[in-house]
């Protein structure tokens, strides 16, 4: 599956981004779906993810009641709603698809390019 993202921008702090991810194929229900961020000599940090049906959704700590990961699988696309941004959000912000069920040791196993989101005091 190839993954495209797209939404990043600049915003000020307490601002909202979307950012969508479009997958290509017609397999898209057999992915959990994830989105990941990465700073400039960091390590990628998990952001949320999402099971292949939508029903269960899993968030890290310091996102959770601003962020909200969502799909829609008939347009094979999946979003990241993030609301109340913080500076510390800035980052490249990855999507990814995990085959089967989501599994938070699994690795991911396709990524698509980064968008940058850049969040402003």
């Known amino acids: 599956v190839q993954l495209q993202a797209c939404g990043g921008g600049l915003v000020q702090a307490g601002g909202s981004l979307r950012l969508s991810c479009a997958a290509s194929g017609r397999t898209f229900t057999r992915y959990s779906m994830g989105w990941f961020r990465q700073a400039p000599g960091k390590e990628r940090e998990f952001v949320a993810a999402?099971?292949?049906?939508?029903?269960?959704?899993y968030y890290e700590d310091s996102v959770k009641g601003r962020f909200t990961i969502s799909r829609d699988n008939a347009k094979n696309t999946v979003y990241l709603q993030m609301n109340s941004l913080k500076p510390e959000d800035t980052d490249v912000y990855y999507c990814?698809?995990?085959?089967?069920?989501?599994?938070?040791?699994?690795?991911?196993?396709?990524w698509g390019p980064g968008t940058q989101v850049t969040v402003s005091s």
């Open positions: 999402i099971t292949w049906s939508g029903s269960t959704t």
């Open positions: 990814s698809a995990q085959i089967g069920q989501y599994s938070a040791t699994n690795v991911f196993d396709f």
